[in-house]
């Protein structure tokens, strides 16, 4: 019986098979010529499953985890020239970068910044709450050269995950500790050909080792990046600046406490302190976790805690240092264990309690009371059901129970049928919910808007945001060559607007619906609310290709159409049509590595009015950027980079608030040093 579970015997059978996504008629046509034909045998001895935390309760093979997930390894990013995560995954198909203001947010499958949930680890971070109108510090915590992978769900997860993870999630997994003393050091250099751009630099290491033989290991990381910023005579529109300057540092140590043969405990901390544009915000992080293996099953169990603090605060008025601080808690435990009811199966259950709070005596002043707080639970349960050898179902079922929004279920069902040895079909449906944030709901939070001249203030009669979401795929892969397309479309209602409609006009603010009044010096208010209905839906595609030995051609294409539905339809922003990226990379030598990689983003809107008259609307035309990189392995120890990014010098410039800066032609330099 076959069983989605890791076993000798499963990794063995099913080594040839690599799951990309889904996969199209045509790249199963391609597949069937003789030029890309390949042997049981071949395929058996030259890949390896690929194996994911992220999608299911525990460790699975990629090809039969219950969603549409994609991996991007160390190796991988390394040959990126990549500086930060969002540059990473702006690469995937499905994924789009929000760069309103040069702020550069993650979105997937059309969903906001405000829908992509970020864990480190399996650990989720959170600062909205310290950076309200907007955030991209969530997905930088963790410096490049600490990871080991990432793992991006494409769609909903709240079954696993609750609130927050509607559009999709993001594990950063850093990398783990290792039996015997190692460790790299690498530093590099970003040079900007047009010299009024800012230049970047870093420099990370990472180190680890057993303590005691067995027993006790220690892994510790840390970094710096920094980015200058850019001359205000830049953008061709003076009072509009470019990229600012950015200094972010981090450090972090683990030690693992290997009790016996089937108990691990693990204690974490991490400092992080990033600074965008003379925005602070500074982290701590503190787990305690326990992994067990028994005759049962497997058991988890996570203790997590940080303290973010914003130095600058949300800036009320203009200038002056308006500080706040928010503390994000939790415990997530679960048990992973085989149950064989007529079907093998592997059932997951699970529980989990998160408390927030944020401390803030510049905006929680409505209610005099300078703190906000809300707390939640959940519990749910999975069933991954070998309905045949090849036929793997899975069910599952969460129920959250939040302190203003009572209780929530989110059910899913998913299938992944493998037809061959080389083809599979996935598909499901899945809900999800997003309970207001903690100042949304907050009716004492009083936040000033519209230039100074208007106030948004928080609302106890939200409810919380829902979606479901349909995905179908089908993919190939075999040693030689993968390929898949997905189709998916993602409903959303009770939507809350971010941010709510507003003016400054004391006497248009009472056509509002969502005004609610005059300051003393006649300024309106308006609160948050559930009025917006939007749906996403569109097309993923991927192929790899292996010509020969040493060359990778890979590609993937993104079409998606995404519009708010409610009232007069209309386009969302920042949300291109088309999107697609082109990959070669060949191992020309056993010591060099050269690799170019393309990046299509189609024309955008960048602002569309609420009443849909695109004639008002504006947007930034469509562009495409070239790299090409160079990595050199000197010895056993010492690997250096270099390469031009944004080759053709393709730049993008702010005319307009909405608009955003795209680099041009850049110089590359990074080495590594490793022991």
């Keep these: 019986m076959r069983s989605n579970r890791l076993t000798t015997d499963a990794q063995t059978s099913r080594a040839l098979r690599r799951l990309a996504a889904a996969a199209s008629p045509l790249i199963l046509a391609l597949a069937a010529g003789p030029a890309l034909a390949q042997t049981e045998a071949e395929t058996e001895s030259t890949v390896l499953p690929t194996v994911v935390v992220t999608a299911s309760g525990g460790a699975v093979e990629l090809e039969d985890a219950p969603a549409t997930i994609t991996v991007v390894t160390a190796e991988e990013i390394a040959k990126m020239g990549a500086s930060d995560v969002r540059q990473v995954l702006s690469r995937i198909e499905g994924i789009t970068l929000g760069r309103s203001g040069n702020q550069t947010t993650v979105q997937i499958r059309g969903m906001s910044e405000r829908y992509t949930l970020f864990l480190v680890d399996g650990k989720r971070v959170s600062s909205a709450p310290n950076l309200f109108r907007g955030n991209d510090y969530d997905s930088g915590w963790v410096p490049v050269d600490a990871i080991e992978r990432i793992e991006v769900i494409h769609g909903p997860m709240s079954t696993l995950y609750g609130s927050d993870a509607m559009g999709g999630v993001v594990n950063i997994i850093t990398k783990k500790a290792t039996g015997k003393w190692s460790g790299s050091f690498t530093a590099d250099y970003t040079a900007q050909e047009n010299r009024d751009a800012g230049d970047e630099a870093s420099a990370g290491f990472f180190i680890s080792g057993p303590l005691i033989e067995d027993k006790l290991s220690l892994k510790i990381f840390g970094g710096w990046d920094r980015r200058n910023a850019d001359d205000p005579t830049l953008n061709p529109t003076p009072t509009l600046a470019g990229f600012g300057e950015d200094d972010d540092r981090y450090a972090d140590a683990t030690l693992t406490w290997f009790a016996d043969a089937d108990n691990e405990f693990s204690l ?25 293996t028994y005759d049962f099953g497997e058991t988890d169990l996570q203790l997590w805690g940080d303290r973010i603090h914003n130095e600058y605060g949300h800036g009320n008025v203009a200038g002056v240092d308006q500080p706040n601080t928010a503390y994000n808690a939790g415990v997530d435990g679960k048990l992973v264990m085989p149950v064989t009811l007529g079907l093998d199966q592997t059932v997951t259950l699970g529980a989990s309690h998160r408390y927030q709070r944020i401390e ?7 209610g005099g009371d300078t703190t906000s707080s809300v707390s939640q639970s959940a519990i749910f349960v999975e069933d991954e059901i070998a309905v045949t050898e090849d036929f793997l179902v899975t069910l599952g079922g969460r129920g959250d129970f939040h302190e203003n929004f009572g209780s929530h279920f989110s059910p899913r069902i998913y299938g992944v049928f493998h037809v061959t040895d080389n083809v599979t079909l ?3 449906w899945s809900t999800a919910f997003k309970a207001p944030t903690l100042l949304e709901n907050s009716p004492n939070w009083l936040q000033i808007s519209c230039g100074g001249g208007c106030f948004l203030v928080g609302s106890d009669d939200l409810d919380p945001e829902t979606s479901q979401t349909v995905e179908i ?5 075999d040693a030689l060559w993968s390929g898949a397309v997905t189709l998916f479309r993602n409903d959303i209602e009770d939507m809350i607007p971010f941010p709510p409609a507003r003016t400054g006009d004391p006497v248009l603010a009472t056509t509002f619906s969502n005004f609610v009044g005059l300051d003393s010096l006649g300024r309106p208010i308006f609160s948050y609310e559930n009025i917006d209905e939007a749906r996403t839906q569109g097309i993923e595609a991927n192929v790899s290709v292996r010509p020969t030995e040493t060359l990778t051609i890979s590609a993937n294409y993104t079409y998606l159409d995404a519009e708010a539905q409610s009232g007069v339809k209309r386009p969302l922003i920042y949300q ?3 999107s697609a990226n082109l990959a070669l990379d060949w191992q020309a030598t056993e010591a060099l590595d050269l690799s170019v990689a393309v990046n299509y983003v189609g024309e955008q809107y960048t602002s569309v009015p609420t009443n849909g008259n695109l004639a008002n609307a504006t947007t930034v035309d469509s562009f495409v950027t070239s790299d090409v990189i160079a990595s050199y392995d000197v010895n056993d120890h010492l690997t250096v980079r270099a390469g031009v990014l944004n080759i053709a010098d393709k730049t993008v410039t702010r005319t307009i608030g909405n608009d955003f800066n795209v680099d041009g032609r850049r110089f590359f330099l990074s080495t590594t040093a490793s022991f």
């Design 360 to 366: 803030d005596e510049f905006v929680l002043t409505g």
């Design 426 to 428: 996935r598909g499901g």
């Design 473 to 477: 795929g089908v993919s190939y892969a």
């Design 576 to 578: 291109p049509e088309h």
């Design 268 to 292: 974490n901390y991490g400092f992080s302190r990033r600074d965008h544009s003379d925005f602070p915000l500074e982290r701590h992080a503190l787990s305690l976790g326990h992994r067990g």
